[in-house]
């Protein structure tokens, strides 16, 4: 009898365990969407396209790329938290949603931590300060001056309220002990092409979505927050070189899945991920845009979003920041 019921156990194991091995050897059998939740010509639009591309050569079936923006990007986010844990809906996420939107709110429809399975990051670069050419400031210290002098009334562009532009104005205002007025769009695309067009005096973004408005001379940059000179950028100075080293937040991005996917198909997506990453096309994109490639382990990135997070809500807390201000 005993022997019958440990059969029997051991059949019911694996038959619940085999369909989801067989299902993971076969993986993908189908096209896959990606999910950008910014819309397109934003950092994290740029930066998935030719990642998608590629990923699709890899993994043997188209990688489709979907915009859902809207929330700074809470809503594309949720929309992958929701999807089935199969390896077909993924999400190419970023600070703003990931690390930014939690440290403002309580109230997020997900937790970054726990609703979201981390399959590798993707890259890492410098947020910058950038203002309109016709805008006086040439330096940080002008443009403080400016600010303090026009108490209120300077206004900072950012694709939304707690995003990542939202969180750098912040830690930028109390490190400058300045009053600069925060003007959120619904996409960050709105909001560079008004301070572009001179609607707004200056914005914080990645350096991958800006390399183009400041090679064409369209923003004039002020500073970044590296610890070293861009070597893409090497003129523009660094947050410690012009007085402000604890200005220090930097833009990521990275892919994951809904929790819960199962790990050899998240082993298999971080394979193909990694060799599409470290490829030297990829290296070159990615490092022309100013930024660099870092490609680790889902443990890794999940450590990373950890304390990457604890950090926002840090800067949130002491500027006593809120999604209106």
């Not at 670069?125 to 002098?149: M, N, Q, W, Y």
């Not at 064409?216 to 950028?233: E, Q, T, W």
Request: hydrophobic share 45%; with cysteine.
């Amino acid at each position: 009898m005993k022997h019958a019921r440990r059969r029997f156990l051991l059949g019911a194991i694996s038959g619940a365990v085999l369909p989801r091995v067989s299902q993971a050897q076969r993986y993908p059998s189908r096209p896959i969407r990606l999910i950008v939740p910014h819309g397109p010509g934003s950092g994290s639009d740029v930066r998935a396209r030719p990642v998608a591309e590629r990923l699709g050569q890899v993994l043997g079936q188209p990688v489709v790329v979907e915009n859902r923006a809207g929330g700074a990007g809470v809503v594309g986010t949720q929309s992958v938290v929701r999807a089935p844990p199969d390896g077909y809906t993924l999400l190419f996420g970023a600070v703003s949603e990931l690390g930014a939107a939690p440290a403002f709110r309580d109230d997020l429809p997900f937790d970054p931590l726990k609703d979201l399975q981390p399959i590798s990051q993707a890259a890492q670069g410098s947020t910058v300060l950038l203002v309109h050419p016709g805008f006086a400031a040439r330096s940080v210290a002008e443009l403080v001056d400016i600010c303090k002098a026009r108490t209120g009334t300077v206004s900072c562009a950012s694709g939304g309220a707690g995003s990542l532009a939202h969180l750098s104005l912040l830690a930028f205002r109390h490190l400058t002990g300045t009053d600069i007025l925060h003007v959120p769009y619904k996409a960050a695309g709105q909001a560079h092409s008004d301070v572009i067009a001179g609607h707004g005096d200056m914005l914080f973004d990645y350096f991958v979505s800006m390399s183009g408005f400041i090679r064409g001379g369209r923003l004039r940059p002020l500073m970044h927050s590296g610890k070293v000179r861009n070597p893409a950028f090497p003129a523009i100075p660094t947050s410690a070189e012009v007085g402000l080293p604890k200005f220090d937040l930097v833009a990521w991005n990275g892919l994951l899945a809904p929790a819960r996917t199962p790990r050899p198909i998240v082993d298999r997506l971080h394979a193909a991920f990694v060799k599409v990453m470290r490829s030297g096309d990829m290296l070159r994109i990615v490092a022309d845009a100013g930024s660099e490639v870092v490609a680790g382990t889902p443990e890794e990135f999940a450590a990373f979003m950890r304390d990457y997070l604890h950090k926002a809500r840090e800067v949130v807390r002491a500027t006593g920041g809120t999604l209106d201000g």
